[in-house]
């Protein structure tokens, strides 16, 4: 269990570094930054993550799905308001976006690391 935790906190923070070199509206000050963000991310995802699907879930089934993306979204506001100025988003829209690379990212990287360290 923990193994796959460290695995997803080293996979969230490449996936927020490549998010900050691919948008110019999101800046993340540095490694430090992005793994404490990874961190918060990580402890969102578990906690508040679940509660707000189960509270959106007509509009998430409606919707196909694509509401969790959404859903990341704010997850990646919230994160961006308890590290403040070190971690910046400029716009919901955007936030929308990087959710949506962070979760592809999320996905090739993690299949990549538990192939490698199986």
């Known amino acids: ?16 570094l490549a998010v900050n070199e691919l948008f110019q509206s999101i800046d993340i000050d540095g490694l430090s930054t992005a793994v404490i963000a990874s961190i918060i991310l990580g ?9 707000l699907v189960v509270l959106t ?9 694509l509401f969790l993306f959404v859903i990341n979204a704010i997850t990646l506001m919230i994160t961006q308001s308890v590290l403040g100025d070190s971690f910046i988003i400029n716009g919901f829209g955007t936030a929308i976006l990087a959710a949506i690379i962070i979760t592809i990212l999320n996905t090739i990287l993690q299949k990549i690391l538990k192939e490698v360290l199986d």
């Open 1 to 16: 269990m923990l193994k796959n935790w460290l695995i997803s906190i080293v996979v969230n923070t490449i996936a927020l």
């Open 43 to 51: 402890i969102l995802n578990a906690i508040v993550k679940p509660i």
């Open 57 to 65: 879930l007509p509009i998430t089934i409606l919707s196909l799905g």
